[in-house]
């Protein structure tokens, strides 16, 4: 049977989104949340993991999905000093599973993570919202320490020199380079997780394409193809973020969630619309009709073929005047996760018939 967990991410104690509002969002199952005050790559201590567990279970929520447990750069790189960070992300591992986590979110993209050109773009409507414009990603180089130019989003940890230092050392990197990397990690990883029985999910890269000639390579149908298969267990899944697949329009996002899901690959997904233009994209309001994807459509193929795993929405517009980390309010989030609720009756009452 298909079954949908509903979950949230939540930042931590310093969240303005409280627990105790998150709650109140009907059907709110899991909440998803990480240890933020340790450095990539070392090892979360247990009192902390517990604590966060304790937090969301006062609230009468689930402490189930970690998003995420980051990827050192050495172990993306392959340098000789991955062997002490992919200890420590072992034990990661077996520390939150033993505080009764069962997926883990996590991805493999090169030192910038998620990529925006601007977060508060105004809407039509007076909202703000993430946007994409290709043009001005062109007018950024990450190897010019003179110029200022930063997109919103990099990791405010490095300095310039230093992201000049990471990024020149990527560019000696090939695809194939990176693939072996990742399948180097998985090899060690995925029989720890098996033990503890935690689902792994990668999150695709956002967006799916190579930005300032780094490789990228969890893009397409035919990488996530190879990457299931570069360890073939169900312990090696993925997190199906709509946003960051469907902003390239060769994703058929309906027909990879029906694919993966059918496979038993898919145990967290992101629901997120975004809308194509010409010059890239804006991240739009959940509703199918506000942006480019097919929301009901990604639904129902999920709940076609039998997924059974955790769902948040994911980012939100600002709305009503709300501040705070862009993506994350509560707002509009809230309307999102009301929204996947009405779908998610839609298809299984359609479907029970
Ligand atoms: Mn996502």
Known sequence: MSKMRL???WYGEDDKVK??????IPNMHSIVTAVYNVPVGEVWPEETIFSLKEQVEKNGLHFEVIESIPVHEDIKLGKPTREKYIENYQENIRRVA???VKCI???FMPVFDWTRTQLDHRLEDGSTTLVYYQDQVDQVNPLETENDLTLPGWDSSY???ELKDIVAEYHKLTEEDLWNNLQYFLEKI???AIECDVKMAIHEDDPCWSIFGLPRIITCEANLDRFLKLVDDPHNGITFCTGSLGCSASNDVVALAAKYAAQGRIHFVHMRNVKLVENGFEESAHLSSCGTLDMYGVMKALYDNGFDGYIRPDHGRMIWGETGRPGYGLYDRALGAA???GLWEAV????AK
Do not use: D, M, T
């Open 7 to 9: 979950s949230f991410r």
């Open 19 to 24: 627990l105790e509002y998150i709650r109140q």
């Open 98 to 100: 033993r505080a009764g």
């Open 105 to 107: 979110c996590y991805n």
């Open 159 to 161: 300095s310039r020199q």
């Open 190 to 192: 995925i029989p720890v």
């Open 339 to 341: 929204y996947l609720n």
């Open 348 to 351: 299984e009452k359609g479907g």
